[in-house]
T-cell receptor, first 120, second 110 residues
């Protein structure tokens, strides 16, 4: 049951150019989306997120776009640098507030990841 | 910058043995998580923990798994009787909308 799909297992771009990583989801109840970056033998590192009430969020070289009607989000990296080479994971959550003893659920569902290689 | 830490980085155990994976979440966070990634597969949610109890768990998190916050800083995942298919990277996380992860523990069950 792939609720979050990253259909491109790999992407190669030249240094200085734009990298565009794509992610599709099927669960219309997802309302918060995140991108993580992962180097080998390390844990996922949070990059940027977006709430379903927005369509764009920008942080430095990273911009995430959300198209709710298409159930699609993308991560743009401009300009790409060799140090950006890593696996990028898209993740989504259906946030349920106050469901357990006043607590909430923020469980993340991950895509399979896209290996980005930025060539010098 | 605060970070999540995990120990050990690599654990090798025999099938049927108990293992405890340890984590120190970010100190002012209230929600804690365990996820795992089997080689070549997705990162999968196991369990979330809030206010000293499990707030959600996945189908993977059966009776062989348990979590505990034994003191004010540590958060542990115990697997009572390990199976070969438990071999994976286990990531501890903390946070709410945005979750921050540790470097992981590679568990190898032989």
């Amino acid at each position: 049951d792939q609720q979050v799909k990253q259909n491109s297992p790999s992407l190669s771009v030249q240094e200085g150019r734009i990298s565009i990583l794509n992610c599709d989801y099927t669960n219309s109840m997802f309302d918060y989306f995140l991108w993580y970056k992962k180097y080998p033998a390390e844990g996922p590192t949070f990059l940027i997120s977006i709430s379903s009430i927005k369509d764009k969020n920008e942080d430095g070289r990273f911009t995430v776009f959300l198209n709710k009607s298409a159930k699609h989000l993308s991560l743009h990296i401009v300009p790409s640098q060799p140090g950006d080479s890593a696996v990028y994971f898209c993740a989504a959550s259906e946030v349920l507030l106050g469901v357990n003893s006043g607590g909430s659920n923020y469980k993340l569902t991950f895509g399979k990841g896209t290996l980005l290689t930025v060539n010098p | 910058e605060p970070e999540v830490t995990q120990t050990p980085s690599h654990q090798v155990t025999q099938m049927g043995q108990e293992v405890i994976l340890r984590c120190v979440p970010i100190s002012n966070h209230l929600y804690f998580y365990w996820y795992r990634q089997i080689l070549g597969q997705k990162v999968e949610f196991l369990v979330s923990f809030y206010n000293n109890e499990i707030s959600e768990k996945s189908e993977i998190f059966d009776d062989q798994f348990s979590v505990e916050r034994p003191d004010g800083s540590n958060f542990t995942l115990k697997i009572r009787s390990t199976k070969l298919e438990d071999s994976a990277m286990y990531f501890c996380g903390s946070g709410e909308y945005e979750q921050y992860f540790g470097p992981g523990t590679r568990l190898t069950v032989t």
